[in-house]
């Protein structure tokens, strides 16, 4: 059975801190993608991953930074978060074709003070 | 561009009732995927379908079918008899090869609520 995790599924923290947020896939997929998701916007894309210590940039990765080390994991990073970076973020994983499904986590709902 | 719609950003409908979910895409690309998503309260996204672009007919799971029509660029989602359950956020999603390998252009999202 499929499987994403994320390491918390509500998180608080102040302005100005440094936040992780944990990724786990257990399907050996290449590809991994963190997305943010704001009423009305849908989801957007923040970085990708299409294998170890490779990265690319999405459409809103300002104030963002990621980090693959293994395979199975995928970090996002805020450097010192702000207010309007509160939100819900997601994480996927995907086998290297373009055309497979995106296997989602459950999500991570980050309130930044 | 690539460009998911779904208009209707929020429907009601008493439970039993069809409702149909619309989503209208654009894309300059003759070869491409689209999905649809749903997301209950819990928040994960749960995968419904995948279609291609040259597979046109339509299909039908349970309750659940999908119109696909390539005229008017739309790929259009129905429940019959809806329940409770069906209660979520319903996203469309398109991936194609001027998104890259690499994602899913998604849609700003329907919020269906069925009221028993």
């Known amino acids: 059975d499929v499987k994403v995790t994320q390491s918390s599924r509500y998180l608080v923290k102040r302005t100005g801190e440094k936040v992780f947020l944990e990724c786990v896939q257990d399907?050996?997929?290449?590809?991994m993608f963190w997305y943010r998701q704001d009423p009305g916007l849908g989801l957007r894309l923040i970085y990708f991953?299409?294998?170890?210590?490779?990265?690319e940039k999405g459409d809103i990765p300002e104030g963002y930074s990621v980090s693959r080390e293994k395979k199975e994991r995928f970090s996002l990073i805020l450097e010192s978060a702000s207010t309007n970076q509160t939100s819900m973020y997601l994480c996927?994983?995907?086998?290297?074709?373009?055309?497979?499904?995106?296997?989602f986590g459950p999500g991570t709902r980050l309130t930044v003070l | 561009a690539q460009k998911v719609t779904q208009a209707q950003t929020e429907i009601s409908v008493v439970e039993k009732e069809d409702v149909t979910l619309d989503c209208v895409y654009e894309?300059?690309?003759?070869?491409?995927?689209l999905f649809w998503y749903k997301q209950p309260p819990s928040g994960e996204l749960v995968f419904l379908i995948r279609?291609?672009?040259?597979?046109?007919q339509n299909e039908i799971s349970g309750r659940y079918s999908w119109n696909f029509q390539k005229s008017t660029s739309s790929f259009n989602f129905t429940i019959t008899a809806s329940q409770v359950v069906d209660s979520a956020v319903y996203f469309c999603?398109?991936?194609?090869?001027?998104?890259?390998?690499?994602?899913?252009?998604f849609g700003t999202g329907t919020r269906l609520t069925v009221i028993p």
């Open positions: 996927a994983s995907r086998p290297p074709d373009w055309e497979s499904t995106q296997y």
């Open positions: 399907m050996d997929h290449e590809n």
């Open positions: 991953s299409y294998d170890v210590k490779m990265k």
């Open positions: 894309t300059r690309d003759t070869t491409y995927y």
């Open positions: 279609r291609n672009s040259f597979d046109e």
């Open positions: 999603a398109l991936s194609d090869p001027q998104t890259g390998a690499n994602n899913l252009f």
